[in-house]
Each structure stands twice: as C-alpha cells, then as structure tokens.
C-alpha cells in the first residue's frame, strides 16, 4: 500500500504498468478504485458510465484472444517510425515491446475492467441549429483516470488502452454487453506490477504551452520580462 504518497506525486508517478505478478487482487480494492471512478466530474452530472470488472478465467479468456487480435491489425497498421536520436528510438522499442507482451498475456492479469460507454443522444439543438457540447467521452475518461490514479495509490498497476475497439462489437457480445446500447471506452487491465512507477519520460510542457494568444511561450511576469 502506498497511500501516504501525495497527490502531485501520485500523479506524476502513475504511468502505464502493462507486466504483472501472479498474485491476486482482492475485489475490495478494486472496489475501492471503482469508488474513485464514480466520484469523477461528469457533464450535467449524468455518470454516465457503467464497469464491467473481468475477473474468472473464461470472459478474460475471450476478451484477451479479441485483445490480441485488434493488437495485431493496430500493429500492423503502423507507419514505420523515422527517430532523431537512440533514446528516442529505444523508448519507443520499449513501448512496443510492453504493448506486445500485454497483448499476449492480457488474459493473465488479475483483473479486466471495461469501462462502458451508453449510446445516448447528448448535446441539443436550439433556433440556430445543433449544440456542441462537447462529447460524452469527456465524462467518461475523468473516470478511468480517477481509477488508474486510486490503483496506484494502492500499489497496483494499470494501463489504459482503447485498441479493443478495432474488434468493440465482438467483444461486447462475448461478456454479454449489446453493442447497439453500449461502446468500450477504455480497458483496463489491473494487478501487481512486475516494474516500478516513475516519472514517464514526456516533453517538457513548455513545449506545449502558450500563454493568452497562440504562439506567445512567454510566462507572465517571468524575471527579465
């Protein structure tokens, strides 16, 4: 358990964890994540979103064979990479690597959670024409996030990936979901991870920052301004 941790640090620390352990995760604590989940901000309020915790041997199993298969269309699909140095090239052969190995062995986590998504009308329309409020997702992904944070601060690991959508409708119908009421937002793969939590290497976000009109990198009343 980690729960001393604060929380700039737990975040900065909670980073894709995609090898585990074989050793089990009680329900209670992924309950516990799970009530992190709902406590997420969402649009209106509406909560939209509805778990579907995998955790006996045979749903995993039908859900990490679908896993794979998606995994391997997305893989193939890649352009291939162009690099400005090694340690670009060998971070992003590392990525590839815990990817692969999760899309081999996805049904060998302790838990699958899915994160499920309702096929509602969201938005309106008024005199002027239709309202765009944004999408639903956005109500949906503080969730997963807030769920990937509370493991972590419990000592488990998670990775959140999407790639299960490449083959959503058969999956959804191999743990028993209608495709036509619901779509995967997220998977979820939850257990004792084999490496450490760090800082992830990510660009500095100067570089993505600008400040009151686009293009201006200068910080308000930073010295020498």
Known sequence: MEESLGPIEMIMTTRAMRRFTDEPVA??????????????????????????????????EAIGNLYRRAFDRYEASLPERTFRNDDQRQSWERT????????????????IVL????????G?????????IGRLDASVYPAVQNFCLAARSLGLGTALTTVIRVLGTE?????????????????V????????????PRKPPEKATHWDRWGNRDVPGASGQ
Request: a negative charge.
């Open 189 to 200: 793969p939850v257990g004792w991870p084999t490496g450490h939590f760090g800082v992830a």
């Open 124 to 132: 309106g329309r008024d005199a002027d024409g239709s309202l765009d």
């Open 96 to 111: 590839s690597r815990a990817s692969r190995h999760l899309a081999d062995h996805l049904a060998e986590a302790p838990a």
């Open 27 to 60: 329900p209670e604590l992924i309950r516990r994540c799970l009530a992190a989940a709902q406590q997420a901000p969402s649009g209106g309020n509406v909560q939209p979103q509805q778990y579907l915790v995998l955790t006996e041997p045979a749903p995993k």
């Open 115 to 122: 994160f499920l998504q309702p096929l509602i009308p969201w």
């Open 171 to 187: 999956a959804l119908e191999a743990v028993g979901v209608s495709p036509a009421e619901y779509e995967i937002a997220a998977l």
